[in-house]
């Protein structure tokens, strides 16, 4: 009876070791496929601070889309020309602003997107964090 009890607490033990073995692998992959939802970010730039909230949606073919709204001054659903994601990586372009506008930015072990948006041809650092669901 001992050596079946025995037996059967290796191949647990040896069971356990295998799922641990795989689970960053799973980690990784649920990682890269976080980018549909909300972000929001303060963008900063000379002699103003304002929140930008990017609104990222995945459609049935896998493909991304995004919208841009600016709270503070009542705009909402700026459509964003290309949006694509490979890995931790994340780009946006053609949002039709003045001067165009853009976002690249990289998602950090932190869950948030780390990058600059891209204007008229300057750059300011914008670090976007997903928007809770009760917000």
Same mark, same amino acid.
């Given at each position: 009876?001992?050596?079946?009890?025995?037996?059967?607490?290796?191949?647990?033990?040896?069971?356990?070791?295998?799922?641990?073995?795989?689970?960053?692998?799973?980690?990784?992959?649920?990682?890269?496929?976080?980018?549909?939802?909300?972000?929001?970010?303060?963008?900063?730039?000379?002699?103003?601070?304002?929140?930008?909230?990017?609104?990222?949606?995945? %459609?049935? =073919? !896998? #493909? &991304?889309?995004?919208?841009?709204?600016?709270?503070?001054?009542?705009?909402?659903?700026?459509?964003?020309?290309?949006?694509s994601a490979e890995g931790a990586e994340f780009h946006v372009s053609g949002c039709e602003i003045p001067g165009?506008? %853009?976002? =690249? !930015? #990289? &998602?950090?072990?932190?869950?948030?997107?780390?990058?600059?948006?891209?204007?008229?041809?300057?750059?300011?650092?914008?670090?976007?964090?997903?928007?809770?669901?009760?917000?």
């Open positions: 009876m001992f050596e079946n009890t025995r037996k059967a607490a290796v191949a647990l033990v040896a069971a356990l070791a295998l799922l641990a073995a795989f689970a960053p692998a799973q980690d990784l992959a649920a990682q890269e496929a976080t980018f549909a939802g909300d972000w929001s970010g303060m963008l900063s730039a000379p002699g103003m601070e304002i929140e930008l909230i990017f609104k990222v949606v995945e %459609g049935e =073919d !896998g #493909t &991304l889309s995004t919208t841009i709204d600016v709270p503070a001054q009542g705009v909402a659903g700026i459509v964003c020309a290309e949006t165009s506008g %853009g976002f =690249d !930015g #990289t &998602l950090n072990e932190e869950g948030v997107l780390a990058g600059n948006f891209n204007q008229a041809g300057q750059s300011f650092p914008l670090d976007l964090k997903p928007v809770a669901e009760s917000e």
